[in-house]
């Protein structure tokens, strides 16, 4: 069973429509739970940071951690052209410096 | 972007030959990391530095070699690779090795091996 589970995608949504990513992962011990943003030929960018359980938004970005179902996500309001990336999902223990990432998402905004 | 530089963006080396790439990070972090990220796979962590010391080599092959001089800069001497190392190697940095603390990586090297 693979660490962490990230559909590639790609995903092709229309300007303003809500963009809905996820991960699964397997250790229940994982506290940290971000989402980064890649753009093409370019390294990626922390966009949202969760600890533990919840939901937090950012924007028109929100992202949720259900660790019950080891499952997290990120929700994108009224998507831009802009947000037009590759989006990866990572996790880590408390303390623990490895981050285990998501293979990435690759979305899509059509103007 | 600036906060962490990467040189060179592209490299194209044969696999006889001797490389080394370059991070060096403008924001004041105590650790700094390798990573590989190829097509279709999670970013792979290969070394991870903490005040200059070596806390972990994610069992990389020897032909890899990492240097950190000082909190600032980063190197990885590449020899003899392999056409599968072809990959985008990025550099990160962070405020200290350990949970909690945001990673902000640079660019990356294109690497390919011919």
């Known amino acids: 069973q693979k660490e962490v589970e990230q559909d590639p995608g790609p995903l092709s949504v229309p300007e303003g429509a809500i963009v809905s990513l996820n991960c699964t992962y397997s250790?229940?011990?994982?506290?940290?739970f971000m989402w980064y943003r890649q753009y093409s030929r370019k390294g990626p960018e922390l966009l949202m940071y969760t600890y533990s359980s919840g939901n937090k938004e950012d924007g028109r970005f929100t992202a949720q951690v259900d660790k019950s179902s080891k499952y997290i996500s990120l929700f994108i309001r009224d998507s831009q052209p802009s947000d037009s990336a590759t989006y990866l999902c990572a996790m880590t223990l408390n303390g623990n410096n490895r981050l285990a990432f998501g293979k990435g998402n690759q979305v899509v905004v059509i103007p | 972007e600036t906060g962490v530089t990467q040189t060179p963006r592209h490299l194209v080396m044969g696999m006889t030959n001797k490389k080394s790439l370059k991070c060096e990070q403008h924001l004041g972090h105590n650790a700094m990391y390798w990573y590989k990220q190829s097509a279709k796979k999670p970013l792979e962590l290969m070394f991870v530095?903490?005040?200059?010391?070596?806390?972990e080599n994610n069992s990389v092959p020897s032909r890899f070699s990492p240097e950190c001089p000082n909190s600032s800069h980063l190197f990885l001497h590449l020899h003899t690779l392999q056409p599968e190392d072809s990959a985008l190697y990025l550099c990160?940095?962070?405020?200290?090795?350990?949970?909690?603390?945001?990673?902000?990586f640079g660019p990356g090297t294109r690497l390919t091996v011919t």
């Open positions: 250790n229940s011990a994982f506290q940290y």
């Open positions: 530095y903490n005040f200059k010391e070596q806390t």
């Open positions: 990160a940095s962070s405020q200290e090795a350990g949970g909690g603390y945001e990673q902000y």
